[in-house]
């Protein structure tokens, strides 16, 4: 039969784990009806000449905050133009199903640094308040990848308790509404999201006015409220997602223990973020692998941590960077929100005792190595910062690095611009990291901190190494793919006949050092803020999603996220058919 579309030539691998097969992929009606040598190109109404390249599963993307940019933007060409064709939203204890547009937005816009009025747009005319009218209004979208998402605790309990009432420590949900809170993830659970994701980490704080500077409502949770909603998550087989105070790192041996079966009861699908090998505790990553897969073995514990295939490397414009929120002096910039007010703070004698004494303390919990002199100086008014770190600078004027630090943000504010990487600096530690049996690649965070970071091409990297021979081709293809998919029991990550058509042909030539530069380019439906890109020309040679070609010769197709519509909203543990033609155009 004609097919709609004929990848020929190519090299196949499936996201099974098995071998690569030098074959080619028929497409009809959304789905694979072929894969095979020599396959019949006559009457197909497109071809696509994978010689050279590889033929691979759209890649899984297990880690955005994508929830309000979905709403305003469904095509999410960002990750799609780098071979993604799932996405996961809901992650970190947020989510836009069960509060206000107010709520929501003060929930977002610091901790994932997105602007308070651009969550505040994304929601205006709102008329979702529960999981099934959300799915279907996620449906109802021009989108471009397909969604899988997880119910927010801090979504939840924002919802039920009211912003306050859940931000504040002596206060506790009521039975009524702790039965509210199980209602609701039960009902999230018979809608096919994939289960819970929670926080503990208290150094994600809530922006706007009425709790700013208070850590996300899911802190405050005892951990018997935790256990009530893992109870509920284990029963059905569902997944929880969430954060370990990663500051202190102790509080994540209970998460091995709720994860734990021992024998007596089923294991609690459980995915934490994240695992790095950091600057700041460079034993712990390979103490906390080890550690994680010995319990499994003696436990039968089922516990995926995740992990960016790269090195972590942030960027920020001035004090805005979310590890300055770990530390008393960091958490008083942040919480204002005008730069008079900060420069006034800056200026303070005694707050710069307290910056210079936290930055100073070498010993104690923490994620950034504060290290000024390991972190550059990108840009600046003064062009003669450029390329020195602030400790080059402060050695220089005879000055202590954090008073150089605060003098230049005082002078230049928001303008001045740096970088400094935190963690998987060191490439043997970060190979143990990703090919470990416990860990999950992905954490892009793609959607969020848009300023900060640009990790929308981590499966290319992934890929990257298989061409530099560092891993498998067939492994690094698995990772991102049917691994990741299989584990949450969404229909994605395989190329198998019958199965909805998200295909990636990757040109592996072009796998180089374009995938680590970065470049700034406007997100339109955010009044054309400036966000960080990775631009990797050439390595994704197509995309297609349902079958259809969305992304091909470094452009999008005519009308991708705006009139036609692609993805679907994935339901765990369901088959989900690709769009028909009348429903891609409608």
Request: glycine fraction near 10%.
């Amino acid at each position: 039969m004609p097919y709609d579309l004929l990848i020929h030539s190519g090299l196949v691998i499936d996201g099974s784990g098995g071998a690569p097969v030098r074959a080619d992929v028929a497409v009809k009606e959304g789905r694979v009806v072929a894969i095979g040598p020599y396959l019949d190109r006559t009457g197909a109404d497109r071809c696509i000449d994978a010689t050279g390249r590889w033929v691979t599963p759209g890649f899984v993307d297990n880690h955005t905050h994508y929830d309000a940019e979905v709403l305003l933007a469904p095509g999410l060409g960002e990750s799609v133009r780098h071979g993604v064709t799932t996405v996961c939203i809901g992650s970190c204890s947020l989510g836009t199903v069960f509060s206000s547009p107010r709520d929501c937005a003060d929930l977002f816009s610091r901790v994932e640094a997105v602007p308070h009025d651009c969550v505040m747009a994304a929601l205006q005319g709102k008329h979702w308040s529960d999981p099934g009218a959300y799915a279907e209004h996620l449906d109802s979208l021009a989108l471009g990848p397909n969604v899988m998402a997880y119910v927010g605790h801090s979504d939840m309990r924002t919802a039920v308790m009211g912003l306050e009432r859940s931000t504040d420590r002596r206060t506790r949900p009521t039975r009524e509404e702790q039965a509210r809170l199980d209602a609701m993830l039960e009902g999230a659970i018979d809608e096919g999201f994939l289960g819970l994701s929670c926080m503990t980490n208290p150094w994600d704080k809530v922006g706007g006015t009425r709790a700013r500077s208070r850590p996300l409502p899911s802190t405050f949770a005892t951990w018997g409220e935790y256990r009530r909603l893992h109870g509920i998550l284990r029963r059905r087989g569902a997944v929880l997602q969430s954060a370990p105070n990663i500051t202190t790192k102790v509080n994540a041996l209970l998460y091995l223990i709720e994860s734990a079966g021992f024998g007596l009861r089923k294991a609690l699908k459980t995915t934490l973020i994240t695992i790095a090998d950091t600057k700041s505790d460079p034993w712990l990553s390979a103490a906390a692998l080890g550690g994680t897969r010995l319990w499994e073995r003696l436990t039968g514990s089922d516990l995926r941590w995740q992990s960016l295939p790269v090195p972590f490397e942030v960027y920020a414009d001035g004090v805005d960077l979310v590890v300055f929120e770990e530390f008393g002096a960091g958490e008083e910039a942040l919480h204002l929100t005008e730069e008079v007010d900060r420069n006034a703070l800056f200026s303070d004698p005694a707050y710069r005792r307290r910056f210079r004494r936290d930055l100073d303390k070498r010993w104690g919990p923490r994620v950034w190595h504060r290290d000024l002199h390991d972190a550059q100086i990108v840009s600046a008014p003064d062009p003669t910062l450029a390329g020195r770190s602030f400790g080059e600078v402060a050695d220089e004027r005879g000055d202590h690095p954090a008073d150089t630090f605060l003098d230049l943000v005082v002078e230049h504010g928001k303008a001045l611009r740096w970088r400094t990487t935190l963690a998987n600096h060191r490439p043997r530690q970060l190979a143990a990291i990703v090919d470990h049996e416990n860990v999950h690649i992905g954490f892009s965070d793609a959607g969020a901190h848009l300023r900060n970071m640009a990790f929308y091409n981590v499966p290319l990297h992934m890929l990257r190494r298989a061409a530099r021979g560092e891993l498998a081709l067939e492994r690094a293809v698995h990772r991102v793919t049917g691994e990741i998919a299989d584990w949450y029991g969404v229909d994605a990550g395989h190329l198998r006949l019958g199965d909805r058509a998200d295909v990636v042909v990757v040109d592996p030539q072009a796998l180089d050092g374009r995938l680590d530069a970065v470049h700034e380019e406007p997100v339109e439906a955010y009044g054309g803020l400036s966000r960080m890109v990775r631009r990797n020309e050439g390595a994704v040679v197509a995309t297609v999603i349902g079958g259809e070609v969305v992304f091909a010769g470094g452009a999008f197709a005519a009308g991708f996220g705006v009139t036609r519509a692609h993805g679907r909203f994935l339901r765990r543990g369901v088959k989900t058919p690709a769009r028909t033609r009348a429903e891609v155009a409608a």
